[in-house]
């Protein structure tokens, strides 16, 4: 029992320093002798798990990133029962982020998408799965805020949950392209007041 949880926590350790390595230098620019030095593990042990470094890549998109953008959605739809002001809150806390960034290295997503989608299947595939998990856990809000009287009923909540999900990754990487993480609090300022825009008339008592 000991020995299965060392080595999911061997696993796990490489991962994280994989999908750091990623984020800091791209997928292709990620070398397996640094994602070494930061666990301290021997290249028998990295191999164990993963047999080659396109294995390790889609390991980092699979659960790496499909997992954190699924907790971070669900930590706001639980915090505020209203979408739109679960997505709002989540914009603002991202430029509060990034704010001060010396080197503003964007979205992990993002960045993957531009790099890796169009020349890697694997890539594509998995990073497309991704997409999709966060275009319908948009849309099921939009609908049963709608449902609740939280979002106007004349919208369409497909149309306007791509729309979000790709100002968002536009937004992203105007700043990250631009080196300018202080534009990022403008920016999903502008897109949180068409937001604004969705929300259902109060009700008169």
Known sequence: MATERNAEQTRTRILEAAQEEIYQNGYQGMRIEAILQKTNLAK????????NKLALGYAVVDEILMEHIQTNWNEYATKYPNPLTAIQQMFLDKAECYKNEECFKGCPLNNLNQEMAAIDQGFHQRLEKVMESIYQS???????????????????????AM???????????AAKCMQAPELLSDLFGTLNDYIDTLRAPEKMH
């Open 163 to 173: 729309f979000i999900m790709a100002s968002y990754q536009g937004i992203m990487g």
């Open 44 to 51: 028998g042990a990295l191999y164990h798990h993963f047999p």
């Open 138 to 160: 948009i849309v099921g809000s939009l609908e049963l805020g709608q449902q609740q009287g939280h979002v106007r009923a004349d919208i369409n909540p497909t149309k306007i």
